[in-house]
């Protein structure tokens, strides 16, 4: 089983263009998320997908949408990209939305020039 | 909303000592404590978690304390090793998604 993946692993953008970041997990699980982390901040949740159909907003959701396109995959979109959005990008995924261990994917380096 | 405080944000240890992390929290309606572990560059992986219902929890070196009454709870990691520099986040859970610590960067010197 591969887990959690993520792609891209890194991406560079100019302020103003957009981008989609992809999420997949093999584990069955109902619940995704995707946080940010930034040194000295830990991890904000920016959204989250309790089950299959719902998404909802976690602590810092501006500037971004999220879809969950199906139990497998729930991606993360920033339609206009800005420097303040230069981050590490994380999905996360866990059988319940909450008291469970949530699994981590590898990370998505993202630098908005 | 839940509100996670976690100390200190970074801890040096000399190779065989312990080390403690400790981590509060405001709902009263948490009962779910993972503690996760990020070596550099990695993604962040769970290493031990404790539920309202125990007050400690051990694995090998590794354990967890929690005070339901006061809202803290530690992690504690002793004999520690190179290996175990690394950044340690803290979490809580009740009837929301995971509200993690800022983070403890702990320095184990040889």
């Known amino acids: 089983n591969a887990g959690v993946t993520q792609t891209p692993k890194f991406q560079v953008l100019k302020t103003g263009q957009s981008m989609t970041l992809q999420c997949a997990q093999d584990?069955?699980?109902?619940?995704m998320y995707w946080y940010r982390q930034d040194p000295g901040m830990g991890l904000r949740l920016i959204y989250y997908s309790a089950s299959e159909g719902t998404t909802d907003k976690g602590e810092v959701p501006n500037g971004y949408n999220v879809s969950r396109l199906n139990k497998r995959e729930f991606s993360l979109r920033l339609e206009s990209a800005a420097p303040s959005q230069t981050s590490v990008y994380f999905c996360?995924?866990?059988?319940?939305?909450?008291?469970?261990?949530?699994?981590f994917g590898p990370g998505t380096r993202l630098t908005v020039l | 909303g839940e509100n996670v405080e976690q100390h200190p944000s970074t801890l040096s240890v000399q190779e065989g000592d312990s080390a403690v992390i400790k981590c509060t929290y405001s709902d009263s309606a948490s009962n779910y404590f993972p503690w996760y572990k990020q070596e550099l560059g990695k993604r962040p992986q769970l290493i031990i978690d404790i539920r309202s219902n125990v007050g400690e929890k051990k694995d090998q070196r590794i354990a967890v304390t929690l005070n339901k009454t006061a809202k803290h709870f530690s992690l504690h990691i002793t004999e520690t090793q190179p290996e175990d520099s690394a950044v340690y986040f803290c979490a809580a859970s009740g009837n929301t998604p995971l509200v993690f610590g800022k983070g403890t960067r702990l320095s184990v010197i040889a």
């Open positions: 584990m069955n699980h109902n619940s």
């Open positions: 996360a995924s866990s059988e319940f939305a909450s008291k469970d261990e949530q699994f």
